[in-house]
């Protein structure tokens, strides 16, 4: 599992939420209301989409998957954006800058589960690194393709030392 430890800036993004579970998976009706909204948002900084989870501060200890989170379906701006152009069901929210671990994962969406758990159950124990309490986050982007078994994507996951 190749990993590497990075320093991430300040991300602003714009997109939108929506509470669910793994149980109660609604991440493609996330994407289905973003992505058309997505073409009309100024001043992004790249193609990427980012997918993003916010998670409560004892989710993964206690970790059931009918727990709850905040899953975001966005894209990265850039500081110089204007909060009037915004449509109503969009919001801004703000990864902090800190460390990362960063993943490539490569298959079908549906299929990442087990990549998930070797992460938490084999990557962490090992590493000499602890969770950290940011939102984790992907970025999607030019080999990023849905429901293709090539298709890649980066994963950003918060760790402390």
């Known amino acids: 599992m190749n990993s590497e430890i990075v320093e991430i800036d300040q991300k602003i993004i714009i997109g939108m939420k929506l509470e669910m579970s793994l149980v109660e998976n609604q991440t493609q009706t996330l ?18 989409l980012i997918s993003m989870a916010v998670y409560t ?42 460390l990362y671990v960063r993943f490539l994962y490569q298959g079908l969406p549906s299929q990442a589960g087990p990549f998930y758990q070797r992460i938490f159950q084999e990557w962490f124990p ?8 940011r939102p984790h986050f992907e970025v999607m982007g ?18 402390m030392k």
């Open 142 to 159: 030019d080999k990023y393709r849905n429901y293709d078994p090539s298709s890649e994507e980066m994963i950003f996951i918060p760790v």
């Open 126 to 133: 090992r590493s000499g690194y602890s969770l950290d309490h």
């Open 57 to 98: 501060s004892d989710y993964f200890q206690n970790f059931n998957p009918s727990n709850r989170f905040m899953k975001w379906a966005g894209v990265e701006v850039s500081d110089a954006f204007d909060k009037v152009t915004l449509s109503e069901d969009l919001e801004i929210m703000k990864i902090p800058s800190g």
């Open 31 to 48: 994407w289905q209301k973003f992505i058309p909204k997505s073409k009309d948002i100024s001043n992004r900084s790249d193609s990427n």
